[in-house]
C-alpha cells in the first residue's frame, strides 16, 4: 500500500513539473522562466485523518465498572446524531457515536468530575458535566443544536452540575460574532434562579451570570434541565444543568490514618480527617473543619482548644497542634472532637467524630 501511494505521489508530483515548467523547458534562455518555475511551491501529499473509533453499544456498558455514557440528540428533532466527536476534559477516549447517537467510554477513567464535549459538522458543540464514582456506570446524554437555530454567543462552562455541597455556580458568555447581540431566558427550570434574565453582549467583552439552585423548589430525588437562551438574531443557545438531591444525615466525617493518633503526647499531633458526601462517599473540598482538643486539668476541669482547617481536593483537613497547648495535664486522656457543617446547606446535620488519644 505504501509502495503505491509513493509511486502515485511521485508520478502526480512529476506531471506537475513538466506541467509547470514546460515553458521554461522549451525556452531555457530565459532566467526570468527558470526563476518562475523555482519560486513555485511543490504540491504537498499528506495523509488523510484518521477519524476516532465508532463507540460501542450503551448495552455493554457494565454496571460496575467506572465509566459513563449516553445519547447525543439532536435539540430539535429529538432524533439521535451519529458520528459525533465526543472529547472530555480531562482528557480520556476520544470516540465518535454509534448509528444510534450512542457513546460509551470506559478507558482511562478516574473518580472525579468531567465536562463531555459532543461536535459534528452542521451543529454546535453539545456539552454535558458529570462526577464518575468508583466502580459505577453513570449517564450523561447530551443535545446538540443544529447551526441554522443556534446562536453564535458561547458559554463558559458549557454545563453545571450542582453536587449537594455547591449551590451556586458561575458562568461567562461571551459574543465572538461580527455585532453586538442581546440575549433573554426563554426557558429556566423552576429549581433555578439567575442574577439576571437578559442582557447585551457586547464583542469580546463577556458577560457573567450567576445561577443558584433554590432548594425549595428542588425535588428531593434532585433534577436535570436546560437554560434556553434567545438572542436576538431569534437563534438559541442551551445549558445543560444537573443538581444532585442534598439527603440529609449524608456529610460524614472519619479519621485518615488513625495510627498517627497513637504518637506520644509530647510531640506534635497532626491527625487528619476526611469530609465525604452520601453513600458513594465523594470527597468535600474547600469546606472548613472545625477541631476541638478537650482534656482535664489538674482540679478536674475541662480544657479546650480550638482550632481549624480547610479540607483539600481529597476532602482531606489536618488539625495540628502540640498537646501541652492550654493543656495542664498532659498524663490524661486527651478528647477531640471535631466537626463539620456546610453553612450554605444548614438543613444538613453537622458531622462529627470523636477520638480519644490516650498518654
Known amino acids: 500500500m505504501s509502495g503505491a501511494l509513493a509511486t502515485t505521489s511521485g508520478a502526480t508530483t512529476m506531471h506537475h513539473l513538466i506541467r509547470r515548467c514546460s515553458a521554461a523547458l522549451l525556452l531555457f534562455a530565459s532566467p526570468l522562466l ?3 518555475c523555482d519560486d513555485e511551491p511543490l504540491p504537498s501529499v499528506s495523509e488523510e485523518e484518521v477519524p476516532p473509533p465508532v463507540s460501542p453499544d450503551l448495552e455493554d456498558a457494565d454496571p460496575g465498572v467506572q465509566s459513563f455514557g449516553g445519547v447525543v440528540l439532536d435539540a430539535v428533532t429529538g432524533q439521535p446524531v451519529p458520528d459525533a466527536v465526543i472529547s472530555t476534559t480531562p482528557a480520556s477516549e476520544v470516540l465518535r457515536t ?3 447517537g ?13 465536562e463531555v464535549r459532543a461536535e459534528r ?8 458535566s458529570i462526577f464518575v464514582l468508583q466502580d459505577r456506570f453513570q449517564v450523561a446524554d447530551l443535545i446538540m443544536l443544529p447551526e441554522e437555530v443556534a446562536s453564535v454567543l458561547q458559554v463558559n462552562p458549557g454545563a453545571l452540575r450542582f453536587p449537594p455541597t455547591r449551590r451556586a455556580a458561575t458562568i461567562f458568555v ?3 460574532g461580527d455585532a453586538p447581540l442581546e440575549w433573554s431566558i426563554e426557558e429556566l427550570p423552576a429549581w433555578l434562579e439567575l442574577t439576571t434574565t437578559s442582557r447585551q453582549v457586547a464583542l469580546g467583552s463577556p458577560e457573567l451570570i450567576e445561577v443558584r439552585v433554590k432548594p425549595e423548589a428542588l425535588p428531593e430525588a434532585g433534577a ?9 438574531d431569534a437563534r438559541r443557545l442551551f445549558i445543560p444543568v444537573t ?8 456529610l460524614q466525617l472519619s479519621v485518615e490514618g488513625p495510627d498517627a493518633l497513637q504518637a506520644s503526647l509530647n510531640d506534635t499531633l497532626a491527625p487528619s480527617f476526611r469530609l465525604t458526601w452520601g453513600a458513594d ?3 468535600v473540598a474547600g469546606e472548613q473543619v472545625t477541631c476541638v482538643v478537650t482534656d482535664t486539668d489538674a482540679n478536674g476541669l475541662a480544657v479546650a482548644l480550638t482550632l481549624s482547617a480547610v479540607t483539600d481536593h481529597e476532602g482531606i483537613a489536618t488539625c495540628t497542634f502540640r498537646p501541652e497547648e492550654g493543656m495542664d495535664a498532659p498524663d490524661m486522656p486527651l478528647v477531640l472532637e471535631v466537626e463539620a457543617y456546610l453553612p450554605h446547606l444548614a438543613a444538613v446535620p453537622a458531622a462529627v467524630v470523636t477520638v480519644t488519644v490516650s498518654p
Open 102 to 114: 450512542e457513546y460509551l467510554i470506559f478507558q482511562n477513567i478516574a473518580e472525579g468530575s468531567y
Open 98 to 100: 454509534n448509528s444510534r
Open 281 to 283: 462517599k465523594t470527597p
Open 243 to 250: 443538581a444532585e438531591p442534598p439527603g440529609v444525615s449524608a
Open 174 to 176: 461571551e459574543n465572538p
Open 34 to 36: 527558470f526563476a518562475a
Open 121 to 128: 459538522e452542521g451543529y454546535a458543540p453539545g456539552w454535558a
Open 224 to 232: 436535570a434541565g436546560l437554560i434556553k437562551l434567545l438572542d436576538s
